[in-house]
């Protein structure tokens, strides 16, 4: 089988009815497949990887339920990256008439009666392997290692897990994200030696999101591109703008610009939250229960989106911080509810379950592929066909990278380094999961330190889907915006292609009757960049003066010269536009009209 993320082999199309979580009565083809594939070679490790919202923990407890009636095992130990998790397969497990106690605490020293077994996390069996090894020798048990990447994210994890769990008469191991951003073994994991003699894991079975998109298992995900203006002060006081996005600048300003879009006080942030609010609307006129998630950087940052998402919408979202000990019952009651949004830190990316949300906003600067595979995850699970998934985010080339490349295949490497910028754009995972999910603390206030937010505009720039690109731009409210926005919440895969490119052939042509005839206009001058950077600086300098001595946000007034002088966006404006711009705000400051 090929190791492969978002890759898999073709299967005939299987749609089950949607049942609870973990317990669909019947099973889809891979699924069915995968367990025959197991049945038949019964062996004592097993690696299956399929995308996130294709069924691994049906698949999982349909192994468990036919190992425990054959007599096979007489005990599950069931291991989660998440105390969150570990609730939620105990629930599905207690469908399917398997009884396990996620409230087993390592002093408790054996599980309450009444349970074959117990869920624990990574944690949990890596501060105390000898107590799970006894566990594990005193019956015949099957360990479900779910998200098996996490057991190498520090030596002693891995160590743990090896010491506590070798006994095992089975080990069923499971991932949707099987690679890591560093070159650690995960346990019980095969690797075999590619042509080039590097050491790749190698799963037994394989279900990516290419093929579960074409079975109608998981959503479509057209992901919404927000680009605009941006404008910040460097710690040596300097004044810098720049487009969200734009080509040809260094990864530094980039990073700036982004972390300016996400800035609460900024007007970008709050423009792209009522656009995906705008969106959700949409969705739910086919899909009343649907709901969004903000996926934030830091807590502060939740907080401050849940105010604007409150101020948007008239109805407060669920707000999920780490530090919560609630955490896991809001999660559950917004999962039971009609609630439009949920807020939550980046830690929210794994092990929530949430089959309702569709539309998702995301409102973090990291950009690993193992972050954002994961994140992308929470939104593709499908209750009934042809519910689509929405992701919102900033127009920056790390995530359009990623976005294209939903199907990219990847796997765990041994040999290699252990940094890789392999295709100038971004690294692959920077740092152990555990550290991509922690909150933001001082180090991160150092790097927020260097430099200050002043303000930002947000613009629709293009939505991504299956590898193509829609769309032509346009302000924040436009037609061109809608277009998209509007788009309804029950289409397969196809129907939402063929849509979104009837979109971008009617804005085109709203273009074109616009715009002059080609053959009347002489060819026009090659731009020159640094001017038209020195130009945008100029104005956003300019405005922001204005803007301070009127009490009038950057926004509106940007607004207002657009419409006082015409032209595009001031990212997309020539030389002209922008002088014509800065001659009106001239006028204004002497009081000429």
């Known amino acids: 089988m090929t190791e492969t993320l978002f890759g898999g082999p073709t299967l005939p199309p299987a749609y089950p009815e949607r049942a609870a979580w973990g317990t669909a009565p019947k099973l889809r083809a891979w699924q069915q497949e995968a367990l025959d594939l197991y049945l038949r070679n019964s062996p004592r490790d097993f690696l299956a990887v399929a995308t996130p919202g294709a069924g691994k923990t049906t698949f999982a407890l349909r192994v468990a339920s036919t190992l425990i009636d054959s007599g096979a095992v007489n005990r599950v130990t069931i291991v989660a990256p998440t105390d969150h998790l570990k609730r939620q397969w105990a629930d599905a497990a207690a469908k399917v008439g398997i009884a396990i106690d996620p409230n087993f605490k390592n002093s408790d ?18 501060s105390k392997p000898l107590l799970h090894r006894a566990k594990t020798e005193a019956a015949r048990t099957l ?3 779910d ?9 002693s994890w891995g160590d743990g897990l090896r010491e506590a769990f070798d006994p095992a008469v089975r080990r069923l191991s ?3 994200t099987p690679f890591r951003s560093d070159t650690s073994p995960i346990p019980f994991v095969e690797y075999a030696e590619d042509r080039d003699g590097i050491r790749r894991s190698k799963a037994d079975y394989t279900y990516g999101y290419g093929n579960a998109l074409r079975d109608h298992v998981v959503r479509p995900v057209m992901f919404m591109a927000y680009s605009g203006q941006m404008r910040w002060r460097t710690s040596a006081g300097e004044e810098m703008a720049a487009s969200l996005g734009e080509a040809a600048v260094t990864k530094d300003i980039t990073s700036h610009a982004w972390r300016t879009a996400l800035n609460p006080a900024g007007e970008w942030i709050p423009a792209v939250l009522a656009g995906a609010d705008k969106r959700l609307s949409e969705v739910r006129r086919t899909v009343p229960d649907a709901g969004g998630l903000v996926i934030a950087t830091d807590h502060e940052d939740a907080r401050a989106y849940a105010g604007q998402l409150k ?7 669920t707000v999920i911080l780490s530090d919560d000990a609630k955490a896991s019952s809001k999660i559950e009651e917004f999962t039971a509810s009609e609630k439009r949004w949920m807020v939550a830190v980046r830690m929210v990316s794994e092990g929530v379950d949430v089959p309702r949300l569709s539309v998702g906003v995301y409102a973090t600067s990291t950009s690993t592929p193992l972050f954002f595979a994961q994140a992308v995850g929470r939104f593709v699970r499908a209750r009934k066909r042809g519910e689509t998934a929405s992701v919102f985010l900033p127009s920056v080339p790390q995530l359009m990278a990623l976005a294209n490349s939903m199907e990219a295949e990847r796997d765990h490497a041994l040999d290699r380094p252990e940094k890789e910028d392999g295709d100038g754009l971004f690294n692959p995972e920077d740092s152990l999961m555990a550290e991509a999910n922690r909150e933001d603390k001082a180090s991160d206030s150092l790097t927020k330190g260097k430099f200050e937010a002043l303000d930002s505009q947000a613009s629709f720039d293009r939505v991504l889907f299956d590898g193509g690109e829609f769309g032509t731009g346009g302000e924040v409210g436009s037609d061109d915006e809608m277009d998209f926005l509007g788009i309804p919440g029950l289409l397969d895969a196809e129907q939402v292609g063929t849509l979104l490119r009837q979109r971008q052939h009617e804005q085109l042509n709203r273009k074109n009757r616009k715009a002059p005839a080609a053959a009347e206009s002489p ?13 945008r600086n100029e104005l956003a300098k300019n405005v922001a003066a204005w803007s301070a001595r009127t009490g009038t946000p950057h926004g509106v007034v940007h607004t207002k010269l657009r419409t006082v002088c015409g032209g595009p966006p001031v990212a997309q404006a020539n030389e ?18």
């Open 109 to 126: 020293g054996q599980h309450g009666r009444g349970f074959i077994g117990v869920a624990v996390t990574y944690a949990q069996v890596a």
């Open 143 to 145: 360990v479900i290692l």
């Open 147 to 155: 998200e098996i990447h996490h057991g190498g994210e520090a030596l």
């Open 174 to 176: 499971l991932t949707g």
């Open 311 to 317: 101020r948007i919408t008239g109805e407060s979202p």
């Open 523 to 535: 060819a026009p001058a090659i731009p020159d960049h640094r001017m038209l950077m020195d130009l």
């Open 576 to 593: 002209e536009q922008l002088q014509s711009r800065l001659r009106k705000l001239q006028d204004w400051f002497i009081g000429r009209k």
